[in-house]
T-cell receptor, first 113, second 109 residues
């Protein structure tokens, strides 16, 4: 247990569906992150939030829409995804954006049909 | 882009020390060396990090060469549960982590 939880753990969706991934951290951290890990590829940073403000967006397609309502919760809203978006989506948090060590959740395994 | 070079895979006998090397010849003075590991289909787990001095914690030891161009992660007594992909990352505090492809360590009974 890292103090970072993600739901759901597994998700299957069609290309026309809208779904959301949820991340919650119980560590009192101020920064949260979304990563994508496709099969046999390195982790790719998608979004960074610091004190609930988005500070980085690494050229992620608009069909991925993050939301950070408070410092403990992070969402990734998904709509009109493509099969190539199937991947493991990981959430992480750190004390500060400049805080170094990141704690990761278990991930959501997403399959887009 | 990853600033580190690691072997693709390594084997280690159970109970022996696992020594995982990492080259980071372009590391700058304010960049730390971090090590994470990822057990199959789980989130990465932080192991240890350091700047220039050697570091030890309950999981591992980190040996950084004096010129800081390479480092070695040491798992002193490898167990089967240490089988994972190990990532060496250099990063200024809080800047983007590039995980690369890491070293796939297999601990053999």
């Amino acid at each position: 247990e890292t103090g970072v939880t993600q739901t759901p753990r597994h998700l299957v969706m069609g290309m026309t569906n809208k779904k959301s991934l949820k991340c919650e951290q119980h560590l009192g951290h101020n920064a949260m992150y979304w990563y994508k890990q496709s099969a046999k590829k390195p982790l790719e940073l998608m979004f960074v939030y610091s004190l609930e403000e988005r500070v980085e967006n690494n050229s992620v397609p608009s069909r991925f829409s993050p939301e950070c309502p408070n410092s403990s919760h992070l969402f990734l809203h998904l709509h009109t995804l493509q099969p190539e978006d199937s991947a493991l989506y990981l959430c992480a948090s750190s004390q500060e954006r400049l805080g170094g060590e990141q704690f990761f959740g278990p991930g959501t395994r997403l399959t887009v049909l | 882009d990853a600033k580190t070079t690691q072997p693709t895979s390594m084997d280690c006998a159970e109970g022996r020390a696992a020594n995982l090397p990492c080259n980071h010849s372009t590391i700058s003075g304010n960049e730390y060396v971090y090590w994470y590991r990822q057990i199959h289909s789980q989130g990465p787990q932080y192991i240890i990090h350091g700047l220039k001095n050697n570091e030890t914690n309950e999981m591992a030891s980190l040996i950084i060469t004096e010129d800081r161009k390479s480092s070695t992660l040491i798992l002193p007594h490898a167990t089967l549960r240490d089988t994972a992909v190990y990532y060496c990352i250099v990063s200024y505090l809080g800047s983007q982590f590039y995980f690369g492809t890491g070293t796939s360590l297999t601990v053999i009974p």
